[in-house]
């Protein structure tokens, strides 16, 4: 994502400074893909219970909202997101899983629009 979209690095401190070449080696970046992960984990386990879904999505909405993340940061990364996981997964990712990873990210992205709606946009 941050070679596409480089700006998206701003909303990571502890590792703006750090070359893209070498984040898949360092230790914070690891940690909040972990993190990321462990999420999206939680967020499977809910697809079944979609109030329990939308709270989980809420919260990590809010969250992000803390750090100035707009809507159309989680356009960026469905944006790049498929690429991703063909690139993890070598091109084994069923289309149906893309497809299914694009609408949650749209859920993000509606969710934090709702919460720009409310705050006026930006703060």
Known sequence: MFKKYPETKNYFP?????????????PKMLWHGAN????????V??????????????????????KDVQAMDYDKFADVWPA???EVFGN?????????WAKLLTLFTDTTKGMEATEGGMR
Do not use: Q, Y
């Open 14 to 26: 502890k590792f703006r400074e750090i070359p893209n070449e070498e984040l898949w080696e360092n």
């Open 36 to 43: 990321v992960l462990n999420f999206l984990g939680a967020v």
């Open 45 to 66: 386990r809910k697809l079944e219970k979609p109030d329990t879904l939308l709270v989980l999505v809420e919260k990590s909405a809010v969250s992000h909202r803390h």
């Open 84 to 86: 991703m996981m063909n």
């Open 92 to 100: 084994k990712v069923p289309a149906h899983a893309l497809s299914g």
